[in-house]
Structures are given as C-alpha cells and as structure tokens.
C-alpha cells in the first residue's frame, strides 16, 4: 500500500511553524498524499503534485504576461520614436487605393520590400519613392514602416528633410542637450530611416552636406533609408548631389516613380 511510505508524523519544527497534524487525502490525479492541518489555514492542505503544476502554469502565465507587456512597450516606444506623422501613422498596404496599374505595381513593390525587408536590410538597399505630389509615396513609406517595426524587432525613423536640418542645426546651440555627432546618430542608428520632402525647396550647401552625412553613415553601416521626393529621378542628382544619389542606388536601390495625376487634387477643389 502506498499510504505505508506517506508519513503521517509531525515533527517539532513542523510543530513550530503551526502544523497540528497530517491525514491522508486522496488526489484523483496523483494518488494519496498528506495532508496537512496547520493553525493558519481554515483547510487541510490540498495535493502538493496538483498545487506544484498549478505554479507552473502561473508562472508560465505571468511570463508570458510580461513578454507581451514588453513586447507591447517596444512596439510603443518603436512606434514613438519613429515619429510618423500624425496623418500617416497606423497607415497600412490594404489602406492605399491601387486602381491603375502603376499603383498596383508600386504598391506590390512597397509591400514587397516590407515583406522582404530583413534580407534588403542585410543588403543595405534603398527605396526610392519618386514623382507627383498626391500619389500615396508617405502613406506607402508609413505602411513600410509600420509593417517593419510590427512584424520585426527592426526600427524605424520618418523624418522630413526640414526636421532633420532643424535637428542637427539644434545641436549648435549653446543650450542644446544633444552634441551633432549624437544627433547624426539617431538617424544613423534606425534600422530603417524614412527622408520625406527631399527637393522641397532649393537646396544649401548645409543641407546636401548634412543629408550625404546621414545616407553616407547609413550606407557604410548597411542600414536602408528611403528617400521621398516630388522630383523626377533625373531630377534627384542635382538637388540630393551626385555622391548620395550614388549610394542610394548601390546595392541594388529600388526607384518607383508615381506619375499620374494627385488623387488629392482630384478629391479637392
Ligand atoms: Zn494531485
């Protein structure tokens, strides 16, 4: 008999610790087992075996609970730091309206690159979205972006071109609580960097210096940026200079041109 080897016996230090006596019970599961009557529990203590697996599988819940949790708090802090502009955030593939063919195909190679993009990160390739104002370029970068930081443990940045001439010239100042080398950092460091509004206005000399900087880094680290512009590829050269578009395209950079007519022109006045 089984309940021979169970010890029904409650020692001193048991004694001490509130224990009054063992009976046996009888666990369906696990067979007979002493149960304990101590002065701090209404109830004689349940199977040990059953209680043991019940542990197990809390902590396995609370682990998994805090796995998400973090996991959830990256994706936040992902999607916080990626600073996607507000109109554009959340935007996703299936959100784009693709009726011509040259949507459909531009989307298709959008979404391609999202889905392919630990191989294009590990080839450092670029993605150029060139052409009219109005065709979708920062919505399908956003749902690039979006889809990256969602799916992989991969980052990423949208920063316009203003935004990061602001932001590097904010270091200069006596005040500022980040150094240049910093700033050029943060947009060296994003898995994927996202460049809005490149050729929005005439371009300094500060400006084609500062954006070499960050896809040059960028380039030497194989980290993909895409660029968004409303200039025409043969357009790109003379405003971004020669040395950026280069690195852009090495590697096998993607160039998609958007040229039909602003769907925001056509639903505006
Ligand atoms: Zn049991």
Sequence with gaps: MRSNSISLQVDDLERRFGVVAKQLAQCAEHGEFASIVSRHSEKPSGCPACAEIRQREQDQADQLAVHTKNATAMLQRKLGSAMVPKRFAGKTFGQYSAVLPA??????????????????????????????????????????????????????????????????????????????????????????????????????????ATLFAIINGRYEELRPTVVISNLMPEELPAVLGERSVDRLREGGGIGLVFDWASARAEVGA
């Design 103 to 208: 949507q459909k195909r531009n989307l298709a190679k959008c979404q391609s690159y999202a889905d392919n993009f630990s191989e294009h990160s590990q080839a450092g390739r670029c993605l150029l979205l060139l052409g009219k104002p109005g065709t979708g370029k920062t919505h399908l970068a956003a749902a690039i972006a979006w889809q990256v930081m969602q799916c992989t443990a991969a980052t990423a940045v949208y920063r316009t071109v203003g935004g990061i001439l602001q932001y590097i010239k904010g270091s200069y100042d006596s005040s500022a609580e980040y150094t240049e080398a910093e700033a050029f950092a943060t947009l060296v460091k994003p898995s994927l960097l996202i460049i809005d509004e490149v050729g929005a206005t005439k371009p300094t000399e500060f400006e084609q």
